[in-house]
């Protein structure tokens, strides 16, 4: 599966941004998605995931009561809104997919398959 990441940009303290993921190749039905994020000099880090077409959904501490993840199966994307961001929550953000077929919210990157090439998110104070 072929991930292309969009949606990024620069927003003052406070504000929201909606980020999107489109993918192309396999059923996009079949993967755990996730998105993670990598801010300068750090490690990348997991910030939220969703199941197959249930959509459960797992979220970092970090965004939890301030960013959603979606899908939309029809239209092969994933979603991550993202809601009052702060000067901390920018970084260059990912998308993510699990092996086809594969089972389970997973938050390492080491679980995650396919990347897409990033957004970047910036947040002014």
């Known amino acids: 599966v072929q991930l292309q990441a969009s949606g990024g940009g620069l927003v003052q303290a406070g504000g929201s941004l909606r980020l999107s993921c489109a993918a192309s190749?396999?059923?996009?039905?079949?993967?755990?998605m996730g998105w993670f994020r990598q801010a300068p000099e750090k490690e990348r880090e997991f910030v939220a995931a969703i199941s197959w077409s249930r959509g459960t959904t797992y979220y970092a501490d970090s965004v939890k009561g301030r960013f959603t993840i979606s899908r939309d199966n029809a239209k092969n994307t994933v979603y991550l809104q993202m809601n009052s961001l702060k000067p901390e929550d920018t970084a260059v953000y990912h998308c993510a997919a699990r092996g086809f077929g594969v089972l389970g919210i997973a938050t390492t990157t080491d679980d995650y398959r396919y990347w897409g090439q990033g957004t970047q998110v910036t947040v002014s104070s």
């Open positions: 190749g396999r059923t996009f039905s079949n993967y755990v």
